[in-house]
């Protein structure tokens, strides 16, 4: 069954700790991304990756690294430099490509709480 | 800069009523419009999407209206059911590159039964 998996669900850190969210698809995508959602602002783009061993920056990515050494995985680590790091961060992927299939997919989510 | 403007914020309809949601847009080389459906705790869904050469599509009580010259676009949802009430995206992507989707800042749903 394909689809796209984010672990864990709820995430508690203390201040000062980096903590890293999983993102795992099986859906052969080449491109994947991570979004932040805060109330009222929607979702905003923190990193993504068009290809294997590449990825770019979003319009949020101060305090976050990522990394892309497999085609179905796009870890993101929240650092102690993200000011604010409570938020719903949402991965996605999609097929990749402008002629081919547009959707993108998305995970079922990470909450993280900073405690 | 948000390049893709959505509103209302929250939208309160009756149960078989019309909800009625627009997003405006600013760069006109985007070329696909897709509208992401979102419940509490869970990820965004793609519910419909258009591409700028057509006017209107539907699927199901579902509908898009998109406005080029405007460059506006709107969902309709008819005969709204209280299984409507939820987040609704929409996102415009320049399909060219395909690497972001510029997304609205969302409308929250209640259908009231």
């Known amino acids: 069954d394909g689809g796209i998996t984010q672990s864990p669900k709820y995430l508690f850190r203390k201040e000062g700790q980096n903590v890293t969210l999983s993102c795992e698809q099986n859906l052969n995508h080449d491109a994947m991304y991570w979004y932040r959602q805060d109330p009222g602002q929607g979702l905003r783009l923190i990193y993504y990756s068009q290809i294997v061993n590449d990825f770019q920056k979003g319009d949020i990515a101060e305090g976050y690294s990522v990394s892309r050494e497999k085609k179905e995985s796009f870890p993101l680590t929240v650092t102690s430099a993200q000011k604010n790091p409570t938020a719903f961060y949402l991965c996605a992927s999609r097929l990749g490509g402008w002629d081919g299939n547009t959707e993108a997919f998305f995970g079922q989510g990470t909450r993280l709480t900073v405690v | 800069q948000q390049q893709v403007k959505q509103s209302p914020q929250s939208l309160i309809v009756q149960k078989g009523g019309i909800s009625i949601i627009n997003c405006a847009y600013e760069n006109t080389a985007f070329d696909y419009f897709p509208w992401y459906q979102q419940f509490p705790g869970k990820g965004p869904a793609l519910l419909i999407a258009i591409r700028p050469d057509v006017s209107e599509k539907k699927e199901g009580r579902f509908t898009i209206s998109f406005n080029k010259s405007a460059k506006q676009f709107s969902l309709h949802i008819m005969d709204s059911q209280p299984g409507d009430s939820a987040t609704y995206f929409c996102?415009?992507?320049?399909?060219?590159?395909?690497?972001?989707?510029?997304f609205g800042t969302g409308t929250s749903l209640t259908v009231i039964p």
């Open positions: 996102a415009a992507v320049y399909l060219l590159t395909g690497n972001q989707f510029y």
